[in-house]
């Protein structure tokens, strides 16, 4: 694990020290405390870059800053991780918002996330159960709790590694279809 550590740029010290902070903020926020995690991390600003792959849309900006959620941006990202199939948007739930943030600043990643699969209707969700065994019929997408994304220049293994590790929700490695799925819901992989 270590050598996939060190290609991503991040040392395990800094790693180790930065779990007990983060994983305390983010478990607080998934209780609620939203603000919690913004003294975790220092109550700094929290910004995403976003590219959606199926409609080459993006989103570049801050959806977290002076202690609450950004209501226009929320909106934004709620339109950008919406199901492309039937142009429909769900309430994403904000906690998602913050496991990317945190797991692309541990990351180091500048080029910002690339995400496949956002908000799934259940009749989306349904279809594509149909198709492959990999998708639950239960799905987060569905909730709007849960994406599929890469970040590019980073090894998915690096990054589905450093997530789990963090254990700050769900973590999902599709190695052969190159992303990873995050969620805010419990800590689990697979």
């Given at each position: 694990m270590a050598a996939c550590l060190c290609?991503?740029?991040v040392s395990r010290r800094g790693l180790l020290r930065g779990f007990a902070a983060i994983g305390t903020g983010l478990a607080c926020a998934a209780a609620g405390g939203g603000p919690a995690l913004a003294q975790a991390t220092g109550g700094a600003p929290r910004a995403l870059r976003i590219h959606r792959m199926q409609t080459d849309e993006v989103f570049d900006g801050t959806y977290w800053r002076d202690g609450r959620y950004d209501r226009e941006s929320l909106k934004q990202l709620d339109w950008l991780f919406r199901d492309p199939a039937r142009d429909e948007a769900t309430p994403m739930d904000p906690r998602l918002f913050d496991v990317m943030h945190v797991?692309?600043?541990?990351?180091?990643?500048?080029?910002g996330f690339q995400v496949i699969s956002g908000y799934r209707s259940p009749e989306t969700n349904a279809q594509r159960a149909r198709e492959s065994r990999r998708v639950s019929r239960a799905s987060l997408h569905m909730s709007?709790?849960?994406?599929?994304?890469?970040?590019p220049g980073r090894d998915s293994l690096a990054l589905a590694r450093l997530a789990a590790e963090m254990q700050i929700g769900g973590v999902g490695l599709?190695?052969?279809?190159?992303?990873?799925?995050?969620?805010?819901?419990p800590a689990r992989r697979w």
């Open positions: 290609c991503a740029g797991v692309a600043q541990e990351m180091d990643a500048q080029e709007g709790m849960a994406a599929d994304c890469r970040l599709y190695r052969r279809d190159g992303f990873v799925h995050l969620d805010c819901g």
